[in-house]
């Protein structure tokens, strides 16, 4: 795959799948060869990330996502890496993170391209796949999936549409690079063993799995999100790190096991993952998964749509609760922060708040690829004008103002 269209792999401007990179990249040459002077480099990726998005956006969501796909499974034979800024390395539940921001889990349902997401030059630190369940299931009815675009938003009710264990199975044991891929793992919306599902999501990608994710907080999948109560929870863990535990005897390694909660519980609800967590502590938390709500949108046409909210109206809301469960949980619980994080001050005031590292999805849809090398970039800038030897020296600066927010404002 050429420069071009590596660079316009993800988001919308994913979809720019390879004969669309090329007729675009075609037609800026042809632009830049009229117009002097020749843009720099990083002007250039904004021109191309403007032009794709304007492509991708004619398109439905669900369509741009399996292009965007299909350009980055062919881009996966070159792998490069870029020079990694230690300052922004970290070492987070025992694992070495190269920078602190991640993929968030929903992108790579079925572990298709986590290495070529890794490792081709996008910029991010770790992958998170998934959610995969059990069995493949086909998930909601379309169209299921909305852009918000005045929000910088967009509403999903996908429902765990996924391939199933197997089918991820195979590709993640197929290609190992020694990047860092998080397998995020659910249940079948017909279960009749929940508890049973995730653990053998834990048994199925034990070999495999940099760390996992157990998701308790999708709202597109009926009652999943009951698993966040008190005693349900206790229970669900102690299965998990039960099945965790006999893998790690038999494989020789212990693989982290986080919880992904709902942005949408109030204190009391924070208090039960708290006390559970504390009960059956696993290695870490991410926060959040979408909201059910729809606080102040400005985009009309979508914004009644059921499904879970994600991208720059939920910074605010998952911010809180990650505040919340960081003063709730002490400053030696690993957290993933996640929720409208499209700028390096953005990631940086998640970390502010209480966070170890960050994910982000929503951002690349109407940012483009370039935006985690923008992010990363714009860290390494931070830790040069504040004298940082690491940036980890930023968390919980704001911890306390956040934590003291109202949920939802
Ligand atoms: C289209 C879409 C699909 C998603 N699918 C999943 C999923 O399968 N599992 C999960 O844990 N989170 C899923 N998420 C939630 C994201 O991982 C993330 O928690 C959320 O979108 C907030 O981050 P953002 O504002 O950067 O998008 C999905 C989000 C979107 C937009």
Known sequence: MGG???????????CAARSVGRRLGEAASARRARHAPIPCGACRVRLF?????????ALDPERAHQLSI???KTAKSRRT???ADPRLAAIVAGLPFPNPVGLAAGYDKNAEVPHALAGLGFGFGFVEVGTITPRAQPGNAKPRVFRLPRDRAVINRLGFNNEGH?????????ERHGDIV????????????RVGDYVAGIRAFYDTASYFTANVSSPNTPRLRELQERETLERLLEKILAARDDAAASHGKRVPVFLKIAPDLDERGLDAIAAAFNAEPADGLIISNTTITRENLRDRRHAKETGGLSGRPLFERSTVALAKMRVRLGPHVPIIGVGGVDSAESAAEKMRAGADLVQLYTGLVYHGPGLVRRIVGGLSAMCERENLTNLAAIRDAHVDEWAARRIGG
């Open 4 to 14: 071009l269209a590596r660079r316009c792999a993800l988001s919308p401007s994913l």
């Open 49 to 57: 990330d403007a032009a794709a998005r304007r492509f991708a956006f």
């Open 70 to 72: 299909r350009a980055l």
């Open 81 to 83: 890496r870029q020079p």
């Open 166 to 174: 197997e089918a991820a199975l195979k590709r993640l044991r197929a």
């Open 182 to 193: 998080g397998v995020n793992i659910g249940v079948n919306a017909d279960s009749t063993d």
